[in-house]
Nanobody, 123 residues
């Protein structure tokens, strides 16, 4: 599978933005689609994830209540809806895929990554 993330941009604090991650190739119900981000000078961190085959999304504490992950299996696309954005949300956002729900917060468990999309939140 190949992944392409898009939808980033420059927004103001408090705004909303929706990122998308389009998957091409074969997908499996046991895939976990994850979102990570990396801010300048910081390590990549888990944002949230959802199983391709169903079930609820899981979020990092920093994303709970503000971010929502959803999927459209017909379009082979996973979305990250971000609201009430803060300057500290500024980062490159990546989507990635792994098999199985174990250790979904661990980036080195993911086998394929998209190219990343820049999100910049101005104050």
């Amino acid at each position: 599978v190949q992944l392409q993330a898009y939808g980033g941009g420059l927004v103001q604090a408090g705004d909303s933005l929706r990122l998308a991650c389009a998957a091409s190739g074969r997908t499996f119900s046991t895939y976990v689609m994850g979102w990570f981000r990396q801010a300048p000078g910081k390590e990549r961190e888990f944002v949230g994830a959802i199983m391709w085959g169903g079930g609820n999304a899981h979020y990092a504490d920093s994303a709970k209540g503000r971010f929502t992950i959803s999927r459209d299996n017909a379009k082979n696309t996973v979305y990250l809806q971000m609201s009430s954005l803060k300057p500290e949300d500024t980062a490159i956002y990546y989507c990635a895929v792994k098999f199985g729900a174990m250790r979904m917060t661990t980036d080195n468990e993911y086998i394929t990554w998209g190219q990343g999309t820049q999100v910049t939140v101005s104050s």
